[in-house]
């Protein structure tokens, strides 16, 4: 099956990000969220991060007028009917998801594949609230999803070979590189190793061995990360990685995926990284 009205459940920064790729790749694309006011603020988002790229020279002001006109934000998920591929990016919940799914169950025709960016939560159990097992599937972007390119394919226990096979053209014709993993795991490949290290890297702060720029500096200068992992723990936002430590540790009982202490208060104090001001650096 070829891909042609894909669909978005989630307006956050995987959502958004997912619509505008699908968009900046010629897809008309409907994006969704719970209430108006969260979608205009995506959409302002979106629209800001695309002035930008017009201000380096990277596009053209018709280059966004075009993408924007591809984007259709909404908070209607009975517009879902018309898709034939939706990708669902909300919080890490398992039961909010399978309402999530349950309703797209019902409300989409029986062919949809219904996909979740989930990078924790088990397929099987997600797919479990439907009567369609054989279409769900995980479809794991990473952050900035117009930017990274991997796809992680993560099949759940009756997924079909070919949603699978669906899936990963999708993802290349999004201009992704996607590895489908060969059984279904907690976390994936990436977001598993990833976490043990950042997780390590807090415990490294916390222990004062280091500031937070210069761990950064030397992981980025030892090991050729990119980015430093307390900088990407920001930029994830550190709720979000607490709440993806703790569904980790939850399943695989694994001391090096508890929730550091710091972690927790830090969240408790509303220092949450990148999007609200402070984490481990001030923004």
Excluded at 32 to 41: A, G, H, L, R, Y
Excluded at 68 to 73: G, P, V
Excluded at 104 to 125: F, M, Y
Aim: charged share 30%; glycine share 8%.
């Amino acid at each position: 099956m070829e891909v042609k009205k894909p669909f978005v459940v989630g307006v956050g920064i995987m959502g958004a990000g997912v619509g505008q790729l699908c968009a900046q790749k010629g897809y008309d694309v409907t994006v969704v969220d719970t209430s108006e006011e969260i979608v205009e603020k995506a959409k302002a988002k979106v629209s800001a991060g695309l002035s930008r790229r017009i201000e380096k020279g990277k596009i053209t002001q018709e280059d966004m007028d075009s993408v924007l006109s591809r984007m259709n934000w909404s908070t209607d998920l009975e517009l879902a009917k018309d898709s034939d591929f939706v990708v669902e990016a909300i919080f890490e919940n398992i039961e909010v998801k399978k309402e999530v799914f349950q309703k797209l169950d019902s409300i989409c025709s029986p062919e949809t594949i219904l996909a979740s960016n989930t990078t924790a939560l088990s397929i099987s159990e997600i797919a479990s609230a439907t009567s369609r097992p054989d279409k769900v599937i995980g479809m794991h972007f990473f952050n900035p999803a117009v930017i990274m390119k991997l796809v992680e394919i993560i099949r759940g226990d009756e997924t079909s070979d070919g949603t699978i096979e669906t899936t990963k053209e999708f993802a290349e014709k999004l201009g992704k590189v996607p590895i489908v993993m060969a059984k279904e795991a907690p976390a994936g490949i990436v977001s598993r190793v990833l976490g043990g290290l950042l997780n390590e890297a807090t415990a490294v702060y916390a222990d004062g061995i280091a500031s937070a720029e210069d761990i950064d500096e030397a992981m980025k200068l030892g090991a050729g990360l990119p980015m430093g992992p307390l900088a990407l723990i920001d930029m994830i936002g550190l709720d979000i990685h607490m709440a993806k430590m703790e569904i980790l540790y939850g399943k695989l009982k694994d001391e090096r995926y508890k929730p550091p202490e710091i972690i927790k208060k830090m969240v408790a104090e509303g220092k949450l990284g990148k999007k609200s001001g402070e984490g481990f650096y001030k923004y």
